[in-house]
Each structure stands twice: as C-alpha cells, then as structure tokens.
C-alpha cells in the first residue's frame, strides 16, 4: 500500500513517520498527521529498505535522493502526541524500545550501523554519497571544514543519491 500526502519542501529537515497498527497505516509529516489508508502487515518476508522500495521480483528500485538521519523502527506504533513532541525537539534518538536504530556516525565501522539491541547493520543499496550535518545543525554553519571525529553534531546523517553522479 502506497500512501501519500502533505507537502515536504526541499533543501530543509522534515521528520516522516510512517506508522502501520491492525492493518491501518498513518503518515506523518512534520509532527501532522498527513494520510491515512488500509494497508497490509509490513512483516512482507524481504529485507528492510531504507531510501529505496523493492519491485515485485524482490529487487531494489525507487531509489531515494536526500538526506537521512536517524531511522528507527520501533516494536509498537508511537502515540501521535509523542510524533508531535519529537518533531518539535528535532529528537533523533528512540523513544523507548526499538527494533531497529540507525546511526550513521561511524567513520570506520559499518556505514549504517544499528545501535538498537538487535545490532541489525545496514548495507547501502543505493550511493551514500557522504556523511553530512542532521537537523541539529544550523543552515549557516561552515560544515565543509569540520571534523567528525571531534564535532558530536557532525556526521549523523547520510546524503543518499539515486546514481553516482554528484554536480
């Protein structure tokens, strides 16, 4: 099931949260409930994709081009009132148990490495391009120089491009 509404602007953060309880599915976006629909469970027996969607073969397609930061995939559907509050405090942690968290800080481990329990580490389908600044970081910052080995806000999300080409 496809769902789609709300309308994100380009070239800022936007907290998506896709939430799927007793065959309903809610979009989130920016803390406002954006679309509802009947879906289906999502345990679909494939590998989870993360910026990308698979075709009815099972292969990757619909490959994402923008920034990600912070995925998690949690055990129970969150309350609206707590998609609200993380939006507004830009929380990129989990809130409570996980099945899932994926950080993307690691200079020299696995690129998307979850730090969930389940230690379910990611492998990029499509080209991570770089490391770049998450939503805690200010628009006019000089992130080009900065070091990741020394700045805690750098390097936590990931800038995914549908082919290799970088302008």
């Known amino acids: 099931q496809q769902l789609s509404g709300g309308q ?9 949260v896709g939430c799927c309880e007793e065959g309903r599915l809610r979009l989130y976006l920016d803390g406002r409930l954006v679309a509802e629909g009947e879906g289906a469970d999502l345990a679909g027996g494939g590998p ?5 969607l698979a075709d009815e073969g099972g292969h990757t397609c619909a490959l994402f081009t923008g920034d990600l930061c912070g ?15 993380r939006w507004q405090e830009q929380d990129t942690d989990p809130a409570g148990v996980c099945a899932g968290h994926w950080k993307f800080d690691h200079q020299h481990g696995p690129p998307c490495r979850d730090v969930s329990v389940y230690g379910r580490h990611g492998q990029p389908v499509n080209y991570p391009i770089r490391m770049v600044p998450g939503p805690r970081r200010s628009a006019d910052s000089d992130w080009h120089t900065d070091d990741p080995a020394v700045d805690p806000d750098f390097g936590y999300a990931i800038r995914l491009m549908a082919d290799a080409l970088v302008d």
């Open 8 to 16: 994100a602007s380009l070239k800022e953060w936007h907290h998506a």
């Open 48 to 52: 989870l994709r993360l910026g990308a």
């Open 71 to 85: 995925p998690t995939l949690y055990e129970q559907p969150l309350a609206a009132a707590a998609i609200q509050t």
